[in-house]
């Protein structure tokens, strides 16, 4: 078997398992998806997998721009301190292993909750500002994950034009 479609088969996975990286961050999804174009493009050793490795990347930074920039909006006006979104993952984290598959965003969840509460100290602002700290953090998934998909859509069309002009 050729070697490019040894490695354009694994690029292909690790762009699977990088893109659902994304959504479930149990993985680094777009760092992922950055890598195996890269390898793809190093493998292939043409024109054609640089170009492709430029535009991936280009989506790539745009989605986690986009990313930081939703939720990071959304918590300044708030006022809502970055300690407490650390206190949701490292809370999250933990979760993760005590409480197999829903433990991270069960973890998270509780953790933003509990340190906004005691940052504020009262149980309506403490919910209303997680809550928008929940969806700003779920928008900015959701637009780095398009972004993610747009990079691995670009890699499917090269993979398209490589083979077909073989």
Known sequence: MDAQIVWTVVCGLVIAIGAAGVIVPILPGSFLVGVSLLAWALVLGSPLGWIIFSIG???????MVSSAVLAGR????RAIPG????I?????IVGFFVIPVV???????????VSELVRQRAL?????????TLKATGLG?????GFASLAAGTWGVGVLVHFLNR
Not at 103 to 113: H, Q, S, Y
């Open 74 to 77: 959304t918590m300044k006006a």
């Open 141 to 145: 998934i959701l637009a780095e994950f």
């Open 103 to 113: 433990g991270l965003l069960l973890g998270f969840v509780v953790g933003l909750f």
């Open 124 to 132: 309506r602002p403490a919910v209303s500002s997680s809550l928008a």
């Open 88 to 92: 949701g993952l490292a809370v999250g």
């Open 57 to 63: 990347a280009l989506f790539l930074a745009a989605g």
């Open 83 to 86: 300690r407490s979104v650390l």
